[in-house]
């Protein structure tokens, strides 16, 4: 079977950096996405990993281990806007582009 | 610019009632899918489809069925509307040529079956 696992909730401070953590259990792994969802708002991509190594785009960046079945998404330099939640998602050989998502991980950032 | 339509942001309909929730899509996109979310279960697989007149389905696919005639347009039909259909719906679409990584979703339909 196929199934990921994320902390259901973090909080930190603006400016500050969190790290949000996501690990698979995939047959045919392919690789793992994020996507971030406002309240009341449509999940919109944010990265993508398919080798293992650090993606940097702008403030966030995303992490892959294989060999670990373990990904992360670290957000930098915290804002207010960026409280929302986040969801990691696989995609497998056999999947035929379909993803399995996360449950989703609240970011709260405070002031 | 991208972007996923759906019929309906809010809709309120009563047990035993069809109901027809409809998706478009502007980018050509190849894929097409149906999720509903709940909390604290993510977004869960319903149907998709992968080509007009094709479909596959998700992970929770009774008590729901899909219509794509077109390609830009996915339907989701709930066939005897229940109580525990009560969700908020989303429709997203994807390209082949990304390997569907990047999905683009439309802005949900909240829906309430009394």
């Known amino acids: 079977g196929q199934s990921l696992e994320q902390p259901s909730e973090v909080t930190a401070v603006e400016g500050a950096i969190v790290q949000i953590n996501c690990t698979y259990q995939?047959?045919?792994?392919?690789?793992l996405s994020w996507y971030q969802q406002h309240d009341g708002g449509a999940p919109t991509f944010l990265s993508y990993n398919a080798l293992d190594g650090l993606e940097e785009t702008g403030r966030f960046s995303s992490f892959l281990s294989r060999s670990d079945s373990y990904g992360y998404l670290l957000l930098q330099e915290l804002q207010m806007k960026d409280s929302a939640s986040y969801f990691c998602a696989v995609s497998y050989s056999g999947g035929y582009n379909k993803l399995i998502f996360g449950a989703g991980t609240r970011l709260a950032v405070h002031p | 610019d991208v972007k996923v339509t759906q019929s309906s942001r809010y809709l309120v309909k009563r047990t035993g009632e069809k109901v027809f929730l409809e998706c478009v899509q502007d980018?050509?996109?190849?894929?097409m899918f149906w999720y509903r979310q709940d909390p604290g279960l993510g977004l869960r697989l319903i149907y998709f489809s992968y080509d007009v007149k094709m479909k596959e389905k998700g992970d929770i696919p009774e008590g729901y069925s899909v219509s794509r005639e077109k390609k830009e347009r996915f339907s989701l039909i709930l066939e005897s509307a229940s109580t525990n259909q009560t969700s908020m719906y989303l429709c997203?679409?994807?390209?082949?040529?990304?390997?569907?990584?990047?999905?683009?979703f439309g802005p949900g339909t909240r829906l309430t079956v009394t």
């Open positions: 980018m050509d996109h190849e894929n």
């Open positions: 997203a679409s994807s390209s082949i040529d990304r390997e569907g990584y990047e999905q683009y």
């Open positions: 995939t047959s045919g792994f392919y690789g």
